[in-house]
């Protein structure tokens, strides 16, 4: 294959936009013969299409070396200056040229074009009048005329006139391409989908399957969201034009928006064989894996971008995005802090620093934040897209505000929350919760289930409503439903846990409080709750272990009393009762501390100060059941019978049966039998009974003895009673 042979299919390549493969071509051609100018000039012309215009300058200059009146060449070092915006370097070429051949249609346009640019429109005009007065036909020269006074007029923006010139041109020749193709560009630009569509279809009937008016008709469609459409027209340029970076970005990008993520991945990955620094195929590409939920993926990508681009806002913007999803919250908010110092008024990066903020507990903070995202908001006409942010800045806002105990200013926020969004459930939720409704709320989740309900935080709150009202079934299905929707989410693994538990399924739920805490050691209510199990199980020393756990997460009153039950347990009263004091010194007021106190005052021997404690109890809750059966049991062991009796009878009455202890009905049979009153004997041992099977789960080894064997006792001492 000779030089010329190289050359015609380095054509050929370059209308078909082959750009790589007509470099090589003339580049081969340039080896045959270095002194080839056509070789060297066209090498400089892909080189400018593919926007590398400092090689392209090389080329050019190097043909004129060779040939130094080489117009052509020329014209080539003037449109390379002039994609540079170096107008007045790119006029001198231009003048050049013109001065080797002063009818050069492209070095008088590229000369207006400079002119125009410098601010001489005088001159530019001049140009175009000069260009109209050359030896052409008058019908080519008023086309000419009307083409580049329209084309000045579409660079200053002003397409209604420059559509007005292009009409001219196409009145006198119907079959002249660029009319049609710049008159859509500027229908483009005014909105004006359908007349663009119609003009690029009469170009293509005469440049048929021209890349650009293909490319121009691809945008269209993507821009009325008929990405179909669209993808039709840019698997058409990729399938011709292989090479093209742009085509190859645009078909991925319309298979992003018809969420064929995996596809849309493989036309990002063409586009970086070509270019691996494509940033914005780079950044598309993390955005597919991020929608495709592989977070690892997209995190690498975007830092990929970072080590390219540092300051790359959007890079930044995105991983801090992903790593908010992945709950990494410190990492998070360090990125959302690097696009803010990039770009402080980026409002997404404050609303999400916010919400990081938010889930660090950094409250005050986060209401920082949160105000400043609603106060830059609010600077201009509210945008669709920004209110369902600004509801969610206003209803957290008004979440911590209530936590601070700022009732008005909690409720002044979820009320506008509800002022941009009536159906914002959260809100209509919270305002209610501060009214304590807990009705209205059932009421509001249950009208909407269908709807908003399917979000975790709602399902929450109507489960722990249901949970409150002792509706544990029901409360249990719904922690069910928002552990399907988030396997890992805490607080559903948690709520079903104590439904279980409350549903006397005690093994069952010691197994959650442990899928609780393999997510989260430190979670003290699982920690908590499940020492509670322990201790009913017997398992002391474990049931302590978890109670210490749990109070270097959080002392409170609450660790005191229930390591003093434990205490109680293990019969070490006076430690139990040092805790009890504790907690008393705390809160003078607390029944469970007097409670314990007192039993740990009985277990001492000292019945007259347990009475006096469970006196204290029954002054704040005259039908408090706990302090009734405790103080029956210490008159009894004070023989104080007649008063016993009353009291476990005045407990018994107070609760449905399902309420009742076995253990306390036992020694109140034994009361009733000590003094000879057997007439209920036969109906609580039998209610005691059907107790024990539902009760003896959570009891002791040594509770369990007691009960067995006193009801076999009294049924074997009272045979006639039991016939």
């Known amino acids: 294959m000779d030089e010329k042979d190289l050359l015609n299919e380095g054509f050929t390549y370059f209308d078909k936009g082959e750009y790589q493969i007509c470099l090589s071509l003339f580049n081969s051609a340039i080896k045959m013969n270095p002194n080839c100018k056509e070789a060297h000039l066209n090498k400089g012309i892909v080189l400018n299409s593919l926007n590398k215009m400092s090689e392209a300058i090389k080329s050019f200059e190097k043909c004129i070396e060779l040939f130094p009146k080489y117009s052509s060449a020329l014209i080539g070092l003037g449109n390379s200056y002039l994609k540079l915006e170096n107008y007045e370097k790119a006029l001198t070429y231009f003048d050049q040229a013109l001065n080797i051949k002063n009818n050069l249609p492209l070095a008088l346009e590229g ?75 500027c229908e483009i630009d005014l909105n004006q989908s359908q007349k663009a569509l119609n003009d690029l279809d009469q170009a293509l009937k005469i440049k048929k399957d021209f890349p650009e008016a293909l490319d121009a008709k691809g945008c269209i469609y993507f821009s009325l969201n008929n990405f179909s459409q669209a993808l039709e027209y840019f698997n058409q340029l990729v399938l011709k034009y292989n090479t093209n970076e742009d085509y190859h970005f645009k078909k991925g990008a319309t298979l992003f928006e018809l969420k064929k993520y995996e596809d849309a991945i493989k036309s990002l ?137 700022d009732i008005d200013k909690a409720k002044e926020y979820f009320n506008k929350s509800l002022e941009l969004n009536n159906n914002f459930l959260k809100a209509k939720v919270a305002l209610n919760s501060i009214d304590n409704n807990s009705n209205e709320i059932l009421n509001l989740l249950e009208e909407d289930k269908d709807n908003n309900t399917i979000d975790e935080s709602l399902l929450l709150i109507k489960a722990n409503l249901l949970f409150e009202k002792e509706k544990f079934n029901e409360a249990f299905d719904i922690y069910e439903k928002i552990i399907d929707l988030n396997d890992t989410n805490e607080n559903g693994l948690l709520g079903v846990a104590n439904c279980l538990y409350k549903l006397n399924r005690q093994d069952a739920a010691l197994k959650k409080y442990d899928k609780v805490l393999s997510i989260n050691p430190t979670n003290f209510n699982a920690l908590f709750n499940k020492s509670i199990i322990l201790t009913e199980k017997g398992n002391i020393d474990e049931a302590l272990n978890l109670l210490e756990q749990a109070e270097k997460i959080s002392a409170n009153i609450n660790i005191l009393i229930q390591k003093g039950i434990c205490l109680l347990k293990q019969e070490k009263f006076d430690e139990a009762i040092n805790l009890f004091n504790e907690a008393i010194n705390l809160d003078e007021k607390n029944i469970k501390a007097h409670v314990g106190k007192g039993q740990g005052l009985y277990g001492l021997n000292k019945i007259k100060e347990s009475i006096e404690e469970y006196d204290k109890v029954l002054n704040l809750e005259n039908d408090n059941k706990s302090a009734l059966i405790s103080k029956a049991n210490s008159l009894m062991k004070n023989n104080e019978k007649e008063i016993a009796v009353e009291l476990y009878k005045k407990s018994i009455e107070l609760n449905d049966e399902k309420k009742c202890n076995c253990v306390e009905m036992i020694n109140y049979v034994l009361c009733l039998i000590e003094m000879k009153k057997m007439d209920d004997v036969r109906n609580i041992i039998n209610m005691t009974e059907r107790l024990y099977e539902k009760q003896k789960i959570k009891m002791t080894e040594k509770e369990k003895n007691f009960v067995e064997k006193n009801i076999e006792k009294i049924k074997r001492k009272n045979k006639r009673l039991f016939k």
């Open 269 to 405: 990955d063409e586009v970086l064989k070509l270019n691996n620094n494509n940033i914005k195929s780079l950044i598309l590409k993390g955005n597919c894996f991020d929608k495709l939920n592989k977070a690892k993926d997209a995190l690498e990508i975007y830092e990929q971008i970072i080590s390219i681009d540092k300051d790359n806002e959007l890079a930044h913007e995105y991983k801090a995005e992903n790593l908010l999803k992945e709950k990494k919250y410190e990492d998070a908010l360090n990125e959302f802090d690097i696009v803010i110092n990039l770009n402080k008024d980026n409002e997404n990066a404050i609303f999400y620093k916010a919400l990081c903020l938010n889930k660090l507990n950094k409250k005050n903070d986060a209401i920082e934040f949160y105000n400043k995202y609603i106060n830059q908001i609010k600077q201009n006409p509210i945008q669709e897209q920004n209110k369902e942010n600004l509801c969610i800045a206003y209803y957290n806002t008004g979440l911590i505000l209530l936590e601070n105990k």
């Open 111 to 185: 000369k207006c074009i400079c002119l125009y640019e410098l601010k001489n429109k005088e001159g530019a005009v001049k140009i175009v009048d000069e260009l109209c007065n050359k030896n052409i036909k008058k019908e080519n020269k008023d086309i000419i005329q009307y083409l580049i006074k329209g084309n000045l007029a579409k660079d200053e923006n002003n397409f209604q006139k420059a559509i007005d010139y292009y009409n001219k041109c196409i009145e006198i020749n119907k079959e002249s391409f660029e009319p049609y193709y710049n008159r859509a560009l």
